[in-house]
């Protein structure tokens, strides 16, 4: 953890490729995952007419399509007040109930911390 913030650099790190997914595409939310290797997964939200996914939705999507067995993390950043409850069924698929949600607003300041599954 860095002194600074109290938050694992790993962890920052997929906080800012969130924020930078979020920023580049202009859309409602960022989110970026780590799998069981070290990879990471970002992704913005995706608005089309026949589907409909938010960012973290998709950043597993791409995990589990690139060969991911597990995530050591995810975060998503978003102007919400928490995780939507299917971005976190979706994290507790591929990672299990215990892998944590990272939720941070659109400046990149982590809001909370949750398990995937309560």
Known sequence: MTESTGIDPE??????????????????????????????YVAGTVA???????ALQTAVAMAVASGARSLEAAAVVTE?????????????????PDTPVLLAGPDGTL????PARP
Request: hydrophobic share 40%; glycine share 10%.
């Open 11 to 40: 962890d920052t790190k997929i906080i800012t490729l969130a924020r930078s997914a979020r920023a580049r595409n202009g859309v409602p939310e960022g989110a970026a995952v780590r799998d069981e290797t070290g990879r990471t």
């Open 48 to 54: 089309l007419d026949s589907l409909k996914l938010s």
């Open 80 to 96: 919400a007040g928490a995780p939507a409850d299917a971005d976190r069924a979706a994290v507790a698929d591929l990672g299990g």
């Open 111 to 114: 809001k909370s911390t949750t």
